[in-house]
């Protein structure tokens, strides 16, 4: 049997990662704005928790955070754009 390469993991989890947040939203009501920083909330929270397990050292973490910080505009260019209130029941969080 072939190991999953690093990549191939990581897809897998956000797969699965998206499956779980959209089938949340269903039976919350959608994917209204609320619910997606809700969401993003706890996302953000859980990451920066495995961060402090994974890394002794805060600078780590740190340059992990600000490395995210500088790629918003590349993200924001490549996502979907959602009117502020709008519900997006019908559309992917990627």
Do not use: C, W
């Not at 990451?47 to 910080?69: G, K, M, P, Q, R």
């Amino acid at each position: 049997m072939k190991k999953k390469s690093d990549m191939d993991l990581m897809k897998n989890f956000a797969f699965h990662l998206q499956n779980a947040i959209n089938k949340a939203a269903e039976e919350n009501g959608g994917n209204n704005q609320k619910l997606l920083l809700m969401h993003a909330a706890v996302l953000l929270k859980a990451s920066v928790e495995l961060y402090t397990i994974a890394f002794e050292e805060d600078d780590a973490i740190e340059s992990i955070l600000y490395s995210a910080i500088e790629s918003i505009p590349y993200v924001r260019d490549n996502n979907i754009k959602i009117p502020k209130g709008s519900d997006i029941s019908n559309n992917s969080l990627h």
